[in-house]
């Protein structure tokens, strides 16, 4: 156990607590950073529905509890529709499934569970993280546009955009990364990452001091690939300079207006 998962179980709360008011400073302020991306890249309008995806994974869990947190001071009001894929080949456990609906309906967001499989049918044999993604991403598009709905949040978060960095430097040789609002369709849909500027040492302390229901995903290449190893370097990196994912983040400089410009 890592010294902060230990003093997060010291302070172990609910969620029922801090969905009943009972809300410390750290977690308001997390609450507040994920306000600030939203606030900052118009990533949320009145009224709008938002499609949340939740893997059970810890950052859509903390994305989940975020957006429904605000919803309680907020003076204009959207609703939140979580969708989990539940992958044929790595299907979650009914147990665990059980414990993710408890959580949602604490949160008060309704979740759907899609059944699909991971393998398209042009799968070739060569399966991969990027064609993963892309599977699941069609699998959102294609309920986003059932539902009526225009926004999809994702839960990265400031690491997984300073890794993307990274990875997109010094592997392929070009300076960009995920955006914090991503349009498809000309403007017909966004994926938006409210979480964008949350650092993961945060829904780390989080998922350990609310004992968030996490289901750990059974994939493969979820320990090996190159986020895994890049992940000390930059821990290293921020011992010398504590903010040196927020410059790299910075760096980016990310157009605010994007949500704004494409608007109807
Ligand atoms: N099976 C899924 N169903 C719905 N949404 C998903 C699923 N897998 C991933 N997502 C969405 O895509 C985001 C990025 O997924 P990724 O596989 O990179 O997981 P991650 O960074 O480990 O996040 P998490 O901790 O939420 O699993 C997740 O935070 C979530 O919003």
């Not at 994926?191 to 004992?211: F, G, K, W």
């Amino acid at each position: 156990m890592r010294v902060n998962d230990a003093a997060a179980l010291a302070e172990r709360l609910s969620v029922e607590m801090v969905m009943g008011g009972n809300i410390p400073p750290w977690i308001m302020r997390f609450t507040k950073a994920a306000g600030k991306a939203i606030n900052r890249y118009s990533m949320i309008q009145e009224g709008e529905t938002v499609i949340l995806g939740i893997s059970g994974g810890k950052d859509s869990l903390a994305l989940a509890l975020a957006l429904s947190l605000r919803l309680k001071w907020l003076p204009i009001s959207y609703k939140l529709h979580g969708l989990h894929i539940d992958w044929e080949e790595y299907p979650v456990p009914d147990q665990k499934l059980t414990a993710l609906r408890r959580y949602f309906d604490l949160l008060g967001i309704p979740l759907e569970t899609v059944r699909a499989s991971m393998f398209p049918e042009s799968f070739d044999g060569k399966f991969n993280c990027y064609l993963c993604s892309r599977n699941r991403r069609r699998i959102f598009f294609e309920k986003a546009r059932e539902l009526g709905v225009r926004k999809i949040a994702l839960g990265h978060h400031l690491d997984d955009i300073v890794e993307t960095t990274m990875i997109n430097l010094f592997f392929r040789g070009q300076f960009d990364s995920m955006q914090p609002v991503q349009d498809f369709f000309g403007g017909d849909l966004f994926v938006i990452r409210p979480m964008c500027e949350v650092r993961e040492s945060i829904i780390h302390r989080l998922t350990s001091a609310l004992d968030l229901p996490v289901v750990k995903p059974d994939c493969p290449y979820h320990e090996t690939n190159i986020r895994a190893r890049l992940k000390p370097i930059v821990r290293e990196l921020s011992h010398i300079d504590r903010y040196a994912r927020e410059h790299v983040y910075n760096a980016l400089n990310f157009p605010t207006d994007l949500m704004k410009s494409l608007q109807r």
